[in-house]
């Protein structure tokens, strides 16, 4: 697996609109009591509409594959999360698996570039080494998820 310096998260990053919108609707989630909370809302990862984040998260792995290093071409290269935000499995409305990340949806950090055998290998499971870092509405201002790797 290729080391990354991950650079400061770019202002144009932070400032999409669809970023502000979903990170309103985890931090109502959020605030509500668990008891009233039920499933958190589906936001969908849609960054096929801002291909400059693409590039940016593609100048910062020098357009390698995060896991096996392959030099990629466009049609190859995919965002992916590093902390999967859901299980493959679960639908839309279900209820949050807490070995699940959903709210790092919009972490810079959590997005590496992958090619495709990679991406499609990778699954949806991610085995810590210690208890996992239980979601709070503060996780959402954090723009690194370094943090979380020191947690777990």
Not at 4 to 25: A, E, N, S, V
Not at 136 to 141: A, F, K, Q
């Amino acid at each position: 697996m290729i080391y990354i310096h991950r650079k400061k998260t770019p202002q144009g990053f932070l400032d999409l609109k669809l970023r502000r919108h979903d990170l309103k609707q985890m931090r109502r989630w959020f605030r509500l009591s668990p008891e009233e909370r039920g499933s958190p809302p589906y936001c969908k990862p849609r960054f096929a509409e801002f291909p400059e984040v693409l590039e940016q998260v593609g100048h910062e792995f020098k357009t390698k594959c995060a896991i096996c290093e392959c030099c990629l071409v466009d049609e190859n290269r995919r965002l992916v999360f590093f902390r999967p935000l859901r299980d493959s499995r679960q639908k839309e409305g279900g209820t949050p698996d807490p070995e699940h990340y959903f709210w790092l949806l919009w972490d810079w950090s959590n997005l590496y570039l992958m090619c495709r055998d990679c991406r499609d290998n990778q699954g949806s499971l991610f085995p810590t080494g210690a208890e996992r870092v239980t979601p709070e509405v503060s996780h959402l201002d954090r723009e690194n998820a370094v943090y979380y790797n020191a947690q777990e």
